[in-house]
């Protein structure tokens, strides 16, 4: 596609309830970041994948967040057992492989705003 | 490790006056330098980058000079309009490897006609 899309744009949970969030990066990116903002805050690298290998996920908060791009294109993360600090948007970014010109150039997604009550 | 300190906002203006928004990093060896802009209810968007040090960044009537002796990339625009008004946010990353950019926080800037 022409640009990095991510569903759902607002996601409203309770508190112990699992979410899952989409992210469709742009065709040909291999590369796939996920970055959680919180409010006022700038966003925090959460974990990055090559095609379908992830590769880092060292900003993983807990072993609540998990994530997976099983065919190296569509990414999901999901969180299980939602509470309230894991209220934030949601950013998903992609950029071309390592090796190639503007590899170090994220393009990022509008995000998912997840609200946990 | 890496961090990144921009100045805390909100930056208010008039139009047309002329805007600094600081930044200074941490890293270690020489990342490369970004400046993003996150428009109300938008994705952040690439405004300027710069690779190494001396390089000066340039987008839309803003710019930023890379300075390696004083860890800084201050954000400069000499005429603000209204549309101008959203939240920069100064970032770098590691110039080896995958691209795990690391931001500051982020200035929000409102201009009034």
Redesign the interface.
């Known amino acids: 596609g022409a640009g990095?899309s991510q569903s759902p744009r607002y996601k409203v949970a309770k508190r112990g309830q699992d979410v899952a969030l989409r992210c469709d990066p742009i065709s040909g990116h291999v590369?796939l970041?996920w970055?959680q903002q919180a409010l006022?805050?700038?966003?925090?690298?959460l974990t990055?994948f090559?095609n379908e290998a992830q590769?880092?996920k060292s900003g993983l908060p807990s072993d609540r967040f998990f994530a997976e791009r099983p065919e190296g294109s569509v990414s999901t993360l999901k969180i299980q057992r939602t509470q309230q600090e894991d209220s934030a948007v949601y950013?998903c970014?992609s950029?071309p492989p390592?090796q190639e010109a503007g590899?170090?150039?994220?393009?990022?997604?509008?995000?998912s705003r997840l609200t946990v009550l | 490790g890496n961090s990144v300190t921009q100045m805390e906002g909100p930056v208010t203006l008039s139009e047309e006056a002329f805007l600094t928004i600081n930044c200074t990093y941490t890293a270690t060896g020489y990342p490369s330098l970004f400046w993003y802009v996150q428009y109300p209810g938008e994705g952040l968007q690439l405004l300027l980058k710069a690779t190494k040090a001396d390089d000066k960044g340039s987008n839309k009537g803003f710019e930023a000079t890379y300075r390696k002796e004083t860890t800084s990339f201050h954000l400069e625009k000499g005429s603000v309009q209204v549309s101008d008004s959203a939240v920069y946010f100064c970032a770098l990353v590691r110039n080896s490897g995958y691209s795990t950019l690391t931001f500051g926080k982020g200035t929000m800037l409102l201009v009034s006609p």
């Open positions: 990095v590369s970041f970055y006022g805050q700038g966003p925090e690298f990055y090559q590769l880092d950013l970014a950029s390592p590899a170090n150039v994220l393009t990022f997604g509008a995000g």
